[in-house]
């Protein structure tokens, strides 16, 4: 048994490894720069967990999902394995104890949000540890042409020249064929090295329903199709509406978006994965570790703006292996909606100069100030005062991130956290604290473990429960043991925060470069375009759109697409059968055009048949007619 299968039967009880995963860690461990590609479910996490056990030092891993780290941090921390992560929100003090402990903690992973490379305390602090690799998650944001771009990405290839001999892995679940080649140039990859797992789903139906009562068509689809389903709604407030008529026909149903707080996701997950409630109504927040094997139906209520965010999603269902069903409900009037999300994403740059300045005038920034202040934001109050609406400012204040003057971080739900100040050996001499304060202490050192050495995420409501007192009294406590400086108390906030990267400028000079602006927009366009195509297309196999756009070649049909289905239904021409036909039409067609009598009498097969493979190759776009003469024609998306 070699050590990589060791490692996974003692850690993970597995006996041996998905797919691709052992030639990602092989190739990984051996020191080679390495770019994953694995689908959503793929096992990412084990490609680099594993090596970096394997290896003497610490792996630093680079994500920018803060809700993921966590769970990933907690998850290794019940395998008794040492973990630590560091993010946006965080105190300065909790930062610097959490850098010390990856210095002399003998940790294997450090977490860590991309915009926490750049601060001189981590640059400072990353010469003293013991890097053996670095992992980027979601490597695709670093990419321009990715869907996802984010500009502290690109800091990750300082730090490689800080670590210029330690090896990089990159993982993503979702890159064109342009971003792949992006990815390893931004890495600077010593040479290509790219493991792609087929993106294929044999067991996952992808279906486009087109129908106005989309509500009606969500119970014909849960009462004909058994078990449990995620629903994906564009905004909080249809996840509710939904949910609530779910409940009213009589079918379990939570919601679950970014704006709940923890305690109340955490339960509402707890119940959709145990089975207890059936169906999830859910924003985009819903996905990030969510790893529920027998999901039978994604259903799309609204449109997701790209093919990529869609094949996240769609990709949730069937991880069991079953039969599952990806489906998205389209009306006409969904067209129009999306189109509008261009300008609401992208809004005019003097609205954009606007928003920066009343930025300032919020924070009463004065000209020159600024660089390195952070401060707590209320989206909501901004647009109060000065008379926005929430979706063009929001999407401004991004604007102005990728632009690199601000940093706006999506809001956070942060729970109470402390650690002690002083040796524990102090702490059993202090005198006079009061009964209260010892007893909440005691309650806290048997509650919690490692609150010496790291800061340890308490619930004032479970201490108010285990000592009898007030959560109120648990607070003010707290509080005053903190100014006492026996310990660090950080109490629960849930809220974005605004970092400005650069001293305030006047507008004259406010400079957002047509990288930033005009080409992510044009890009943003083409997605929508994509994504239209696919819900439109009422020919070509769903399950081909999707593997071409990502670059994937694919010479048969699934066969259980609506469209697969329709054809059949229609043709009566099998999957065999269409693959010969229409290679032997495009060859024909590529070297000469022709005229429908000419192939039928060419091709030696059912006359019926070919007129049918024809008729279904113009429909689709692979063929065009001019003056009764048939040729082959280039198409985008659809082809392969």
């Known amino acids: 048994m070699s050590l990589y299968h060791e490692i996974l039967k003692r850690y993970w009880g597995y006996d041996a490894f998905r797919d691709l995963q052992e030639e990602i860690i092989t190739s990984i461990g051996e020191g080679k720069d390495t770019l994953g590609l694995m689908p959503t479910g793929g096992g990412k996490s084990i490609t680099f967990q594993v090596p970096a056990l394997a290896k003497e030092g610490m792996c630093l891993v680079i994500t920018p999902l803060i809700a993921l780290m966590k769970d990933q941090v907690e998850n290794l921390k019940s395998r008794d394995i040492k973990a630590i992560a560091i993010y946006s929100g965080m105190t300065r003090q909790e930062i610097i104890v959490a850098l ?4 002399f903690g003998n940790y294997k992973f450090l977490y860590i949000s991309p915009e926490r490379l750049d601060t001189e305390i981590f640059r400072v602090k990353l010469r003293s540890m013991n890097i053996s690799m670095i992992t980027v998650d979601e490597s695709h944001c670093i990419s321009q042409w990715g869907y996802d771009f984010r500009p502290a990405y690109l800091k990750i290839a300082e730090i490689r020249e800080l670590l210029p001999e330690i090896p990089v892995l990159a993982l993503t679940a979702t890159a064109t064929p342009e971003v792949v080649k992006d990815i390893q140039q931004r890495l600077h990859f010593k040479k290509e090295n ?3 797992m087929s993106f294929e789903r044999k067991n996952l139906a992808y279906i486009v329903r087109n129908t106005d009562n989309k509500t009606g068509e969500i119970l014909h689809i849960l009462n004909r199709m058994p078990g449990s389903s ?10 509710k509406e939904t949910t609530l008529f779910l409940q009213r026909e009589g079918i379990t149903a939570d919601f679950y978006h970014a704006g709940l707080n923890n305690d109340v996701k955490d339960l509402r997950q707890k119940r959709w994965q145990s089975g207890e409630c059936r169906v999830m109504v859910a924003t985009n927040a819903f996905g990030m570790g969510i790893d529920k094997p027998d999901v039978r139906t994604v259903i799309h209520l609204d449109l997701p703006d790209s093919p990529e965010a869609y094949f996240q999603e769609a990709g949730r269902a069937g991880r069991d292996g079953e039969k599952a069903y990806a489906i998205i409900l389209y009306a006409n009037s969904d067209k129009a909606a999306l189109k509008k999300r261009i300008s609401d994403t992208f809004p005019e740059k003097d609205y954009i100069k606007q928003v920066y300045e009343q930025l300032n005038y919020y924070y009463q ?9 952070m401060f707590d934001f209320n989206l909501e109050d901004f647009c109060r005062k000065y008379k926005h609406f929430p979706v063009p400012a929001d999407s401004a204040l991004k604007i102005l991130t990728q632009a690199g003057y601000i940093e706006y971080t999506d809001e956070q739900d942060n729970a109470s956290r402390l650690l002690f100040t002083i040796h524990r050996e102090e702490l059993y001499k202090l005198r006079e604290m009061g009964e209260q304060a010892d007893l909440l202490i005691q309650t806290i050192l048997r509650s919690y473990t490692g609150v010496f050495t790291d800061y340890a995420y308490i619930h ?4 108010a429960m285990r000592t009898g007192l007030t959560r109120q009294q648990i607070y003010d ?8 400086r026996i310990l660090d108390y950080v109490p629960h906030k849930k809220t974005p925060y605004i970092i400005y990267k650069r001293e305030r400028v006047e507008l004259r000079h406010l400079q957002i470069s047509q990288t930033v602006y005009e080409e992510r927009k044009e890009r943003y366009e083409a997605r929508i375009k994509a994504m239209l ?8 196999c769903r399950s081909r759109m999707l593997l071409h756009y990502f670059g994937e070649k694919n010479e048969h049909n699934c066969e259980q697409c609506d469209t697969c289905i329709n054809r059949k239904k229609n043709n009566g021409v099998t999957d065999s059968s269409y693959n010969v036909l229409r290679r032997q039409i495009l060859e024909m067609l590529s070297v000469q055009q022709r005229t429908p009598a000419d192939l039928a009498r060419l091709i030696e097969a059912d006359k019926e048949e070919i007129a049918a493979v024809i008729r279904f190759l113009l429909d689709k776009g692979e ?9 082959t024609k280039n198409t985008t998306f659809a082809n392969n």
């Open 100 to 103: 010390e402990n990856c210095i």
């Open 194 to 196: 790219v493991f792609r």
């Open 230 to 239: 995620i629903i994906y709604v564009r905004n909080r407030k249809r996840t």
């Open 365 to 373: 920034m004065a000209m020159g100030d600024g660089l390195g202040c």
């Open 460 to 463: 004032e409501d479970s201490l």
């Open 477 to 484: 406590l707290l509080i005053v043991l903190a100014k006492r």
């Open 533 to 540: 195509e696919y819900v439109t297309s009422e020919t070509a």
């Open 623 to 631: 063929i065009q007619m001019e003056d009764g003469m048939l040729q």
